[in-house]
């Protein structure tokens, strides 16, 4: 039996998890599911956001589900705490079009590939000059470069992709984004003689945010850093329907951890109208970790069906339905398909 463990988090969190525990254990899959605690509400119990037996759970199960969490205003992010700790290096964003709904552009397919253990979201900052001034520590190694670069290869490579775009700053932020540009191209190069057929180009970042939105057909892979996966996920959750819509993946060498890129959404948390569907592909991208890929797959077409059918979908989506009205129609899905 597998060991899951589960953590809802604060605000919406909790809802959209409930929802995909839903469909899962509409599936006749073995996992054993552990609930742990992190965010907010984790902090004004426990003191911490980030519990010790939280981290240990999720290093011995076979993977985990992260709802969001609401931040708090002077501690540490627990969610970039956790990727690091788990050295869940590599944040996977799959930006894909949905027949049926309503967007800025049909037809998209690619993958933002997020490094996810340092860059801006290092978490070292600091007050000087009696708080009137604070810094933050922009790391960047050639180790962690080179590995989610590595990464982006090797799943381009998998998934049969022909283009990976680097994105950076390296005019501005010589050193460390330099460092990474170079490790990107490294790799490039020593790719490029088995498989021709990838194209490895590059942009800097603002002219990134721009193409996004202008040709963003153009892309395949695309790979950064942390601070900058952040913001251009968000970006490309906005061209194909929305955060309610945008699932992710951490991976490591021996943990993943699944969560969709939304956060707690404190605007309509407790109302019962978020959008499951990132939380439910969240679990596709674990089952496909898992190598349930008869599963993952399942999901997937069921989330589309239903999406192309156009009855139930909840507010953000133009519809009027509840959060588990939608889990419950894709739940039916998949019994149709199984
Ligand atoms: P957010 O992602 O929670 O919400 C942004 C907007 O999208 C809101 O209008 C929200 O209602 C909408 N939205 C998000 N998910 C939705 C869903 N599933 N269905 C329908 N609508 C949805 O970002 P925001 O408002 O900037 O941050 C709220 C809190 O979440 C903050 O405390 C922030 O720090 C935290 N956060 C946590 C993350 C995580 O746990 N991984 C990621 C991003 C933010
Ligand atoms: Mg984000």
């Given at each position: 039996?597998?060991?899951?463990?589960?953590i809802?988090?604060?605000?919406?969190?909790?809802?959209?998890?409930d929802a995909?525990?839903n469909i899962?254990?509409?599936?006749?899959?073995?996992?054993?599911?552990?609930?742990?605690?992190?965010?907010?509400?984790?902090?004004?119990?426990?003191?911490?956001?980030?519990?010790?037996?939280t981290?240990?759970?999720?290093?011995?199960?076979?993977?985990?589900?992260?709802?969001?969490?609401?931040?708090?205003?002077?501690?540490?992010?627990?969610?970039?705490?956790?990727?690091?700790?788990?050295?869940?290096?590599?944040?996977?964003?799959?930006?894909k079009?949905?027949?049926?709904?309503?967007?800025?552009?049909?037809?998209?397919?690619?993958?933002?590939?997020?490094?996810?253990?340092?860059?801006?979201?290092?978490?070292?900052?600091?007050?000087?000059?009696?708080?009137?001034?604070?810094?933050?520590?922009?790391?960047?190694?050639?180790?962690?470069?080179?590995?989610?670069?590595?990464?982006?290869?090797?799943?381009?490579?998998?998934?049969?992709?022909?283009?990976?775009?680097?994105?950076?700053?390296?005019?501005?932020?010589k050193?460390?984004?330099?460092?990474?540009?170079?490790?990107?191209?490294?790799?490039?190069?020593?790719?490029s003689?088995?498989?021709?057929q990838?194209?490895?180009?590059d942009?800097?970042?603002?002219?990134?945010?721009?193409?996004?939105?202008?040709?963003?057909?153009?892309?395949?892979?695309?790979?950064?850093?942390?601070?900058?996966?952040?913001?251009?996920?968000d970006?490309?959750?906005?061209?194909?329907?929305?955060?309610?819509?945008?699932?992710?993946?951490?991976?490591?060498?021996?943990?993943?951890l699944?969560?969709?890129?939304?956060?707690?959404?404190?605007?309509?948390?407790g109302?019962?109208?978020?959008?499951?569907?990132?939380?439910?592909l969240?679990?596709?991208?674990?089952?496909?970790?898992?190598?349930?890929?008869y599963?993952?797959?399942?999901?997937?077409?069921?989330?589309?069906?239903?999406?192309?059918?156009?009855?139930?979908?909840?507010?953000?989506?133009g519809?009027?339905?509840?959060?588990?009205?939608?889990?419950?129609?894709?739940?039916?899905?998949?019994?149709?398909?199984?």
């Amino acid at each position: 039996m597998k060991k899951i463990t589960v953590i809802p988090g604060d605000g919406i969190g909790k809802e959209v998890m409930d929802a995909g525990i839903n469909i899962l254990d509409g599936l006749n899959l073995n996992f054993d599911f552990i609930e742990a605690e992190a965010g907010f509400f984790c902090f004004e119990k426990n003191g911490t956001t980030l519990p010790e037996e939280t981290i240990k759970y999720c290093e011995k199960s076979s993977a985990t589900l992260f709802g969001a969490i609401t931040s708090t205003p002077n501690e540490k992010s627990p969610i970039l705490e956790l990727r690091k700790k788990l050295d869940v290096f590599a944040n996977l964003r799959p930006v894909k079009s949905f027949d049926g709904i309503k967007s800025l552009f049909n037809n998209l397919d690619f993958l933002i590939i997020r490094e996810n253990t340092e860059g801006l979201y290092s978490q070292i900052e600091s007050f000087e000059e009696d708080e009137n001034k604070a810094i933050a520590n922009r790391v960047i190694t050639k180790k962690a470069s080179t590995k989610i670069c590595d990464f982006a290869f090797k799943k381009a490579i998998e998934d049969n992709r022909k283009k990976i775009t680097c994105v950076h700053k390296a005019n501005a932020l010589k050193k460390t984004d330099g460092i990474f540009k170079e490790s990107f191209y490294k790799i490039a190069n020593s790719y490029s003689n088995k498989y021709p057929q990838i194209i490895a180009n590059d942009y800097y970042i603002d002219a990134m945010a721009m193409y996004l939105i202008t040709k963003p057909q153009e892309f395949d892979v695309v790979v950064t850093t942390n601070l900058f996966g952040d913001i251009l996920s968000d970006e490309g959750a906005g061209l194909v329907g929305g955060l309610g819509l945008s699932p992710s993946a951490n991976i490591g060498d021996k943990n993943g951890l699944f969560e969709p890129v939304h956060g707690s959404a404190p605007d309509i948390a407790g109302k019962q109208i978020a959008n499951p569907i990132a939380m439910i592909l969240s679990i596709s991208m674990m089952l496909d970790f898992l190598n349930e890929k008869y599963f993952s797959n399942l999901i997937e077409l069921a989330v589309r069906n239903v999406l192309k059918d156009n009855k139930v979908l909840t507010p953000d989506l133009g519809g009027k339905s509840k959060t588990m009205d939608l889990a419950n129609a894709i739940k039916n899905e998949l019994k149709n398909l199984i």
